[in-house]
């Protein structure tokens, strides 16, 4: 039996490992607006792979505000919590309540159960490029990336690439740094985050959700961070909206250059 359960995990977790060397999307993070983004590209059938560097996806999320489990949603974002299941009570006029445990739970499963890949413990160390557009990831295992060990990684090809790292923009940042291009930002590079402006900044983190060089894309806080807006703390309807909005741009953008 000992055997057998090795072997049975080893096959299986290597079939899916094979399977997205090749995919039309590849997603860097797991925050709410990546595994939204999963989940509404895999609905519209495209392939896609999510990338996470810690043992669970879900970002910010799991924590609620200041480890009180609860986050808040505005009214606009509230078709897609009723879309995933998701138990909420009105608290305002405009605001919601939701559990962030469930809330987190319900993304990562919805994601899973559509159709995307998600793997854990995958860190996103470079970028590919060919002719002039992002064109795939560079991967190696988070402990290798983290203790900086040299041992060569992986490289996964896609159509499209999402920035769905957070405050970091860590994929925009790679790519600006180690290729001396100019972005689709306000400066031409990652500008970076600005404090606290709730407004504003759930206003902004859709707006900013867009391709900000051929091929590589953003959305949540790193939409944000690399235009320059605001953070905008345990709210996370500007997240939910802005995964959605972005998985409506890569699946036309994949179809476009398919």
């Not at 000992?2 to 039309?24: A, P, R, T």
């Not at 009570?89 to 605001?95: E, F, G, H, P, R």
């Not at 002039?132 to 560079?138: A, C, I």
């Not at 959305?219 to 690399?226: K, P």
Request: charged share 20%; aromatic share 8%.
């Amino acid at each position: 039996m000992e055997f057998q359960i090795s072997s049975g995990i080893v096959d299986s977790y290597f079939h899916k490992f094979k399977k997205i060397l090749n995919v039309d999307v590849a997603i860097v993070g797991g925050g709410p607006s990546g595994l939204l983004a999963a989940y509404y590209l895999a609905k519209a059938k495209q392939n896609v792979v999510l990338f996470e560097r810690k043992l669970a996806p879900g970002g910010g999320m799991w924590g609620g505000a200041m480890m009180f489990n609860d986050i808040v949603v505005q009214h606009d974002a509230l078709p897609i919590v009723k879309e995933l299941g998701i138990d909420y009570k009105n608290y305002s006029d405009n605001l919601y309540i939701i559990d962030s445990l469930q809330a987190t739970s319900a993304l990562i499963y919805h994601a899973s159960k559509a159709g995307a890949t998600l793997m854990n413990c995958i860190s996103v160390e470079d970028v590919v490029i060919q002719d002039e557009r992002v064109r795939g990831v560079v991967i190696n295992w988070a402990p290798v990336h983290r203790e900086k060990l040299h041992v060569d990684p992986i490289i996964v090809i896609s159509k499209a690439v999402l920035d769905a790292t957070g405050h970091d923009c860590e994929v925009a940042r790679i790519l600006e740094r180690k290729n001396g291009i100019k972005l689709n930002t306000p400066t031409g590079s990652v500008i970076g985050e600005r404090s606290m402006s709730v407004y504003e900044a759930e206003k902004t983190t859709t707006e900013n959700t867009k391709e900000i060089f051929p091929g590589l894309f953003v959305s949540g806080m790193a939409a944000n961070g690399v235009s320059g807006s605001f953070r905008m703390g345990p709210i996370f309807g500007g997240m939910l909206l802005s995964g959605k909005k972005i998985s409506e741009i890569i699946t036309n953008s994949v179809l476009e250059h398919a």
